[in-house]
């Protein structure tokens, strides 16, 4: 069974850079898939930050993507997440998710299957 | 900037029907921006529902359904039941690496 779980600082300070480390069980990230990063300010919906593929290509949303570094560990089959400058508006719980892909005829097609549980990184001095 | 359109709110009493659609700001939904399907209830991970338009996720009940109606994609519940009352989001991929959240539809079942 394939578990994903996110650890994060919790808190961070306005203008730093915020840190989140998401380790994989159950299936080795190096092997295949996009694997992606979703947040959800408090009461609000959920965004797409990024994704990055095993081989190390990486996509991230337009508005985020000056601030966003997405990366894999694969000796500890890992992916991380770094933001840098965050201001209020960044508060959120941040959840990793695996992206699963399939064929269609018009071309391949992916989904968010795994998620972990998710951890909330408040932005406040 | 394109935008995922959803309904922010809709309700259905229990054993009727409710369908929850999918839009763009600008263009038509086609099966070729891959639309999928998550429900999540307060406090927890969002669970996959719909992927590829129209295939359900295993284990999800066969009352969920997804389909393409006109130019929207769509979440159809059949005989919905007091546990379907979640917030429900769709997913779209915009091509070059994007994918979009909608903003979610929040079901109530009274």
């Known amino acids: 069974q394939v578990q994903l779980q996110e650890s994060g600082p919790g808190l961070v300070k306005p203008s730093e850079t915020l840190s989140i480390n998401c380790v994989v069980s159950?299936?080795?990230?190096?092997?295949?898939?996009?694997w992606g990063w979703i947040r959800q300010p408090p009461g609000k919906g959920l965004e797409w930050i990024g994704s990055?593929?095993?081989?190390?290509?990486?996509y991230c949303n337009p508005s985020l993507k000056s601030r966003v570094t997405i990366s894999l560990d694969t000796s500890k089959n890992q992916l991380s997440l770094k933001m840098s400058s965050v201001t209020a508006a960044d508060t959120a719980v941040y959840y990793c998710?695996?992206?699963?892909?399939?064929?269609?005829?018009?071309?391949?097609?992916?989904?968010?299957?795994?998620w972990g549980q998710g951890s909330l990184v408040t932005v406040s001095s | 900037q394109t935008v995922v359109t959803q309904e922010p709110s809709f309700s259905v009493s229990p054993g009727g029907t409710v369908t929850l659609t999918c839009g763009l700001s600008?263009?038509?939904?086609?099966?070729?921006?891959?639309p999928s399907w998550y429900q999540q209830t307060p406090g927890q991970a969002p669970r996959t529902l719909i992927y590829s338009t129209n295939t359900r996720s295993s284990g999800v009940p066969d009352r969920f359904s997804g389909s393409i109606l006109g130019n929207k994609a769509a979440l159809t519940i059949t005989g919905a039941q007091a546990d379907d009352e979640s917030d429900y989001y769709c997913?779209?991929?915009?091509?070059?690496?994007?994918?979009?959240f909608g903003g979610g539809t929040k079901l109530t079942v009274l």
């Open positions: 159950g299936y080795s990230i190096s092997r295949g898939y996009y």
């Open positions: 990055i593929y095993h081989s190390g290509t990486n």
């Open positions: 997913v779209l991929y915009l091509g070059s690496g994007i994918w979009v």
């Open positions: 600008s263009g038509s939904v086609s099966t070729s921006f891959y």
């Open positions: 998710a695996r992206q699963e892909d399939y064929y269609e005829s018009s071309g391949y097609g992916y989904y968010f299957d795994y």
